[in-house]
């Protein structure tokens, strides 16, 4: 598997403001799902789908640092050597491996610029 971008998550404080903004600038689709305050994006159609991403309630993955602008999710086939390679090259994991039904295992790192970034091996069917 090649380490491809493969979701994003844009955090708002007003998500219906949000909302409106990215279906009137883009014409983005927003679907409910999860918890609530969380809802998917469809970037693209069936000819170009682009990616998929989520529109969620902003919150501090560290504690005191707002999160701001896209956070970023890279697939991996295997997130324990990933979680390695990145402590390994001082990076931080800031987010222990957890799991998401459906979804897969996922982890929030930062890179060794401060950087958050979510990398994901995706469920298996």
Known sequence: MSHNLAFFAIHAEDLPK???FYERVFGWKFTPWGP???LLIETGDKREPGVPGALQKRHELVSGQRLTGFECTIDTN??????AAVEKHGGTIIMPKCEIP????LIKIRDTDGNVVCVKQPATT
């Open 18 to 20: 949000a909302q409106r």
């Open 36 to 38: 609530p305050g969380f």
């Open 78 to 83: 295997d997130i324990d050597a990933t979680a």
């Open 102 to 105: 459906t979804v897969g295992h």
